[in-house]
């Protein structure tokens, strides 16, 4: 069993950065491969980036290339997202999940286990 906290979402303005944190509870964190996924208001849910157990591999949806990045700290079972330049497109509760799968990495909903509540990011024109 994991459990999973983000913390880090907010107000922002266009532009700016955050920095979305994900703890997860259990001493196995490590095996997982760890995902983020956001939700707009009237919208699926979308993947946004996926990061492997070592924290060796990333992976992004096309459309988050290059203002996202992943990375993790099994010492401290957490993982995070690093987002910049946002946009108000990038409006959304941010979730992260975990998968016992490896590789490949996986992006799709169904392959995650564990969900956190998620994070609201809000980011103003």
């Known amino acids: 069993q994991v459990q999973l906290v983000e913390s880090g979402g907010g107000l922002v303005q266009a532009g700016g950065s955050l920095r979305l944190s994900c703890a997860a509870s259990?001493?196995?964190?490590?095996?997982?491969?760890m995902g983020w996924f956001r939700q707009a208001p009237g919208k699926e849910r979308e993947f946004v980036a996926a990061i492997s157990w070592s924290g060796g591999s990333t992976y992004f949806a096309n459309s988050m290339k290059g203002r996202f990045t992943a990375s993790r700290d099994n010492a401290k079972n957490t993982v995070y997202l690093q987002i910049n330049s946002l946009k108000p497109e990038d409006t959304a509760v941010y979730y992260c999940?975990?998968?016992?799968?490896?590789?490949?990495?996986?992006?799709?909903?169904?392959?995650?286990?564990?969900w956190g509540q998620g994070t609201q990011v809000t980011v103003s024109s």
């Open positions: 999940a975990a998968s016992p799968r490896h590789l490949p990495i996986p992006t799709a909903s169904y392959e995650y286990a564990y």
């Open positions: 259990g001493r196995t964190f490590s095996s997982y491969a």
